[in-house]
């Protein structure tokens, strides 16, 4: 609902043509009721998306979420998201063609979690 409402304010109420989300599992798309109280180790995707056809447009960014004991845990978080974070990423040989290198260390809820980024010189 807050992202419809946010897309639907915004004017681009007619070219939200999906949901916000559905569930990640063993298959890329799981199936169950959307209804269904959230349970730690759950994970799903929010991924609310607008599509020009007029202008062969989409744009949506997909979060992955996994559902913890004490809130959620986003995992996609160290993916660009700005603007200007995509298009550095975009320009050079473009994204196919990176190598990907590991960042530093990061905790999340207690846990040691390595993250990626795209870096032209690692071999």
Known sequence: AAARKVIRDAGY?????HSTSHWL???VHDVGATSRTL???MVLTVEPGIYLSEEEL??????DVLVTRNGRQVL??????????IEALMKGRGVGARNVAPLPDRRVEGKK???????????
């Open 13 to 17: 109420a007619r070219y939200f043509l």
């Open 25 to 27: 599992g063993l298959d």
């Open 39 to 41: 349970e730690e180790g």
């Open 58 to 63: 989409g744009i949506r960014i997909e979060d």
């Open 76 to 85: 996609s978080d160290g993916v660009p998201r700005s603007v200007k974070e």
């Open 113 to 123: 979690t390595r993250y990626f980024h795209l870096a032209p010189d690692v071999r």
